[in-house]
Structure formats: structure tokens, C-alpha cells
């Protein structure tokens, strides 16, 4: 199985800071990585898919790079509607497998 | 646009069989790929596998004997089937659309199963 790994796995910060969020697989992934944003009691929500692709309806703040095993979440002017945690998941082979999240917390 | 929802009990016992249902609205469930996703606090998220509409199915390995996932078309659901249950299999299970390359979205609100006895 691909592992993902995510860093850091929980950080504080305040509105209006830029924030980033590292995935890392355990082999080359290419581009299939994507990225979803959850608050506490609801599911997960797509931000990012295909690595860089910003879903319809997605603030232009959060932004993806990478590409094979190295990735980042950036959101810029961080908002407090931001607050939650964030979880890659790659999708280059079966079994499909999330990273174990950074919750993203008020400073 | 589409709407998932979950359903099925929310206590079954160590041993027993696992059965939820998502019901699929707004929406054909014709075309797509359907999946079940569960998050538990000791593993987080892991997908346990996906069918098409026409029945083709993907096991996560890890819960490939046994687990089951079918389709109803005619419903507009499909259902989750995990059997010998353990309290290792108490989580909130989600089900979702997976989209283009094996993201998922929507997902359903998510349904917390206890395996107590």
C-alpha cells in the first residue's frame, strides 16, 4: 500500500496568515493526489483534485503543488471559516489511502 | 445537484454482519462509480472499496473477504456489507461518488456504527 504522510499534523495560526501543509508518498504518485478540508461532525470536502485543480467553489486562497511524492496545501489569508482539518489522498494505486490529516487551529 | 445519505443501524454485535445503505438523490446513480469511505480515531480514513453501476467492484484488500458492496439501480441506492464484525470495525462510515481519477465527492453526512454487545 502507498503511505501517506502529512506535516504537521497540527499547527496554530491566525486569521489572515499563510499556511502550508505537506503530503508525502511513500513511492512516486505522479499527480493523483488530492485534498479534502473536514470540520468537526461533517464529512470530508474536496479542495484540490489532481494535485493543482481548485474544485468549483473552492475559495482561490487554497492552492496545491507537486508533483511524484512531494505536495503542499497552501492557503493564503488564512479565514476562520478555515479552521479544520486537512487530509491528501492519493489515487495512483489501489488501495486508494489519506494521509492521517493536520488540523489546522485558531492561535 | 446530487445528495448521498446513509442509513442502517447504528449498533450491531461483535460477530454479526454490517449492512448500510446510501441512497442516492438528485442524481442518476447510472454512469458513476460509488464507494464507502469509514474514519475511525485509530486509523482515520480508509476506503474500503467502490462499485460501478453495473455491479464491477474494487476491495481495499484489507477488508476484501469480507467485505460487499452492491448497487440497486432501481432504488437509486447502494448498500455496504461488512461482515465478522469486531469493535475495530466501530467507526463513521461515509459513502461517496468517486469522480475522474478516484477522488470522492459528495459524500454522504456520515453514520457512526458501534460494534458492542
Known amino acids: 500500500d502507498i503511505q501517506m504522510t502529512q506535516s504537521p499534523s497540527s499547527l496554530s495560526a491566525s486569521v489572515g496568515d499563510t499556511v502550508t501543509i505537506t503530503c508525502r508518498a511513500s513511492?512516486?504518485?505522479?499527480?493523483?493526489l488530492h485534498w479534502y478540508q473536514q470540520k468537526p461532525g461533517k464529512a470530508p470536502k474536496i479542495l484540490i483534485y489532481?494535485?493543482?485543480n481548485l474544485e468549483s467553489g473552492v475559495p482561490s486562497r487554497f492552492s496545491g503543488t507537486g508533483s511524484g511524492s512531494d505536495f503542499t496545501l497552501t492557503i493564503s489569508s488564512l479565514q476562520p471559516e478555515d479552521f479544520a482539518t486537512y487530509y491528501c489522498?492519493?489515487?495512483?494505486?489501489?488501495?486508494?489511502?489519506f494521509g492521517g490529516g493536520t488540523k489546522v487551529e485558531i492561535q | 445537484q446530487v445528495q448521498l445519505q446513509e442509513s442502517g443501524p447504528g449498533l450491531v454485535k461483535p460477530s454479526e454482519t454490517l449492512s448500510l445503505t446510501c441512497n442516492v438523490s438528485?442524481?442518476?446513480?447510472?454512469?458513476?462509480?460509488w464507494t464507502w469511505i469509514r474514519q475511525s480515531p485509530g486509523k482515520g480514513l480508509e476506503w474500503i472499496g467502490y462499485?460501478?453501476?453495473?455491479?464491477?467492484?474494487n476491495y481495499n484488500p484489507s477488508f476484501k473477504s469480507r467485505v460487499t458492496i452492491s448497487v440497486d439501480t432501481s432504488k437509486n441506492e447502494f448498500s455496504l456489507k461488512l461482515s465478522s464484525v469486531t469493535a475495530a470495525d466501530t467507526a463513521v462510515y461515509y459513502c461517496?461518488?468517486?469522480?475522474?481519477?478516484?477522488?470522492?465527492?459528495?459524500w454522504g453526512q456520515g453514520t457512526l456504527v458501534t460494534v458492542s454487545s
Open positions: 489532481a494535485a493543482s
Open positions: 438528485g442524481g442518476y446513480i447510472s454512469g458513476n462509480y
Open positions: 489522498q492519493q489515487s495512483y494505486d489501489s488501495p486508494l489511502t
Open positions: 462499485v460501478f453501476y453495473n455491479g464491477i467492484t
Open positions: 513511492q512516486t504518485i505522479n499527480s493523483y
Open positions: 461517496a461518488r468517486r469522480q475522474g481519477n478516484r477522488w470522492f465527492d459528495p
